[in-house]
């Protein structure tokens, strides 16, 4: 079933779409359960389990590039590369949530293996997926609407995971991801859009790693990648510590989350809408505007302001509905524009996966250390607390503006034609 230049149907979409699901399912656990899962069922201490995750992050944040070339240099079919993932995927998170009973040694051995699998299959998965989605169309009324489906179906299954933890614990979650996973994989194998093969001709070479940065406007969107990605991630690194200690509203962080995502998951219809009225890249930059002048506000909540602090939940998840559907679609343009489509995708979403996680090491580089510095302290109401507030709040506003201004004088706002589509003036 191969795409077509037209409009994708619903059913094309949600065939293509839907395993953003199971990724997402992986993705949470990996990111925020594994560590208190170890320290609470293996004798690792603390600083065991934090040096194995930083190793494996480190190492996950260099195997996204190495697999985009090397898929993009292999010439094969995406969905390939989707079904090879799939079998590693489960062993991979079967051995990292049910580890044997070992002794201190074998067990960290164990904790950094299982991670570097999920790191390699997730990463494998992920960019064959993303770049089947750039490859299906570049009519921009077409970019916005794959990769609204995609990360729409990606929060769902982030709140469906957080649901079946709380639930039915590890095992529940468990099992869930495998049904979710094999139903979705073989849903996307066999009934969604496939774009056009490439001839091995057309291959990457060698140094193909090298060819997104070749591009000057993929070098601009991915310095917007990095600032307005650590804007991002610093709140997420930050907001336990705010919900607890400051508001003093730990009990209420659930449904926090709930909101923000579920407000993200609403919003997508009306920001692939302004996308196709006025591009992505602008509409992009509207939304982070709006998620600064909503955000700055959690800078002067108090404590116990609930319905504040849910507002701005609220608001603020609605501009992040922008942050997941448009870069990957102003991506998928760009690439289209360098006459790269349907060929090199990998090779950047390779890169595009290297920035994401690159800001989720730079955001707890940065805000961390820096709330250490100045004097908070989680778990005491001392004079710690205002740095938390600004750095929780006040800093990322100020990368969010960074971000837009990086947006606004990028090369992407003027690549469109009259009718909508990239010219390759790159």
């Not at 922008?322 to 870069?327: K, T």
Request: aromatic residues 12%; proline residues 5%.
């Amino acid at each position: 079933m191969n795409a077509v230049g037209g409009a994708l149907s619903l059913q094309a979409l949600f065939s293509y779409g839907l395993f953003g699901l199971p990724l997402a399912m992986l993705a949470l656990p990996i990111y925020i359960y594994v560590a208190p899962f170890y320290a609470q069922r293996s004798s690792l201490d603390l600083a065991q389990i934090g040096a194995v995750l930083l190793a494996a992050r480190i190492a996950a944040a260099f195997i996204d590039p190495a697999l985009g070339a090397w898929m993009a240099r292999g010439g094969r079919s995406y969905a390939v590369y989707v079904g090879a993932s799939l079998p590693l995927l489960l062993l991979g998170f079967g051995a990292l949530f049910h580890p044997p009973a070992m002794r201190e040694t074998a067990t960290l051995a164990w904790f950094l293996a299982a991670l570097l699998l999920v790191y390699t299959a997730y990463g494998l998965a992920g960019i064959a997926h993303q770049s089947w989605g750039a490859a299906l169309s570049q009519l921009r009324a077409q970019r916005a609407r794959v990769t609204a489906v995609r990360e729409g179906c990606g929060l769902f299954g982030v709140i469906l995971a957080a649901g079946l933890t709380s639930v039915f614990g590890y095992d529940g979650l468990s099992l869930a991801f495998a049904v979710c996973l094999l139903a979705a994989g073989a849903l996307l194998l066999a009934r969604a859009p496939r774009p056009a093969l490439r001839s091995a001709a057309e291959a990457v070479s060698g140094n193909g790693w090298k060819l997104p940065f070749r591009q000057r406007a993929f070098r601009w969107l991915f310095a917007v990648l990095l600032v307005n990605g650590v804007a991002a991630a610093i709140p997420a690194t930050l907001f336990l510590f705010f919900a607890t200690d400051y508001l003093r509203l730990g009990h209420y962080a659930g449904p926090f989350l709930i909101v923000y995502f579920c407000a993200a998951a609403a919003s997508m219809p009306a920001w692939v809408a302004l996308a196709r009225r006025f591009g992505e890249a602008r509409a992009w930059g509207g939304a982070m505007l709006l998620a600064a002048c909503v955000f700055v506000w959690a800078y002067g909540l108090g404590a116990g302001a609930a319905w504040g602090f849910a507002t701005i939940c609220l608001l603020s998840g609605l501009a992040l509905g922008a942050d997941l559907a448009l870069p990957p679609a102003l991506l998928a343009g760009l690439i289209g524009a360098a006459g790269h489509a349907g060929r090199h995708e990998a090779a950047y979403f390779g890169w595009w996966n290297w920035g994401v996680q690159m800001s989720l090491a730079l955001a707890a580089g940065i805000a961390l250390p820096l709330l250490a510095w100045l004097g908070y302290v989680p778990g005491n109401s001392g004079g710690g607390l205002p740095a938390l507030s600004a750095a929780y709040a006040l800093l990322p506003c100020a990368l969010k503006l960074l971000a837009a201004l990086l947006l606004w004088r990028a090369p992407l706002q003027h690549i469109y034609s009259e009718t909508g589509e990239y010219r390759p003036c790159i």
